[in-house]
């Protein structure tokens, strides 16, 4: 199946929000949502085979000293039940990557029972203080380190 990736559009606002556990996602800022004005990215693949929009990914920009970016934090990634396994979670991830292809990304909360997946997608597992090898315990994170250009 062929899966394609394209900036969210506002009438997507709740289609993200009526597919995802416990988000609510709005065109634009309001407090208690995740906004597609407020998002670094935030994309959508569909199955033009199905018709179908079939999963989407939201992030944002997390600041740095001088208020550059510092890191990409990658908030949610939804793929529908029915299309699991065929790519969808690949392809939004990999257009990230292309779009901030220099930049860390940070998981910002990911389900450890998804640990390998995310292994699959380019990210590393980075213990947090303390944490003992093997451990992969809550506090650490899954990071996509930053990519640093040839010299």
């Known amino acids: 199946m062929r899966i394609r990736v394209r900036d969210a559009y506002p009438a997507d606002a709740e289609w993200m929000s009526d597919n995802t556990e416990g988000w609510t996602v709005t065109a634009q800022e309001q407090q208690g949502a995740a906004s597609l004005d407020g998002a670094l990215h935030a994309l959508i693949a569909y199955a033009p085979s199905q018709g179908a929009r079939v999963g989407w990914l939201y992030s944002r920009a997390r600041g740095a000293p001088g208020d550059g970016v510092?890191?990409?934090?990658?908030?949610?990634?939804?793929?529908?039940?029915?299309?699991?396994?065929?790519?969808?979670?690949?392809?939004?991830?990999?257009?990230?990557?292309?779009?901030?292809?220099?930049?860390?990304?940070?998981?910002?909360?990911?389900?450890?029972?998804?640990?390998e997946m995310w292994l699959s997608l380019g990210f590393t597992y980075v213990p947090a203080p303390g944490e003992r090898p093997g451990e992969r315990g809550h506090h650490g994170d899954m990071v996509r380190p930053q990519v640093k250009p040839w010299s």
Do not use: M
């Open 70 to 115: 510092g890191y990409v934090s990658l908030y949610e990634l939804y793929v529908a039940p029915d299309f699991r396994g065929t790519g969808v979670a690949r392809a939004l991830v990999e257009e990230l990557f292309a779009r901030v292809p220099d930049q860390e990304i940070v998981l910002s909360a990911w389900d450890r029972a998804l640990y």
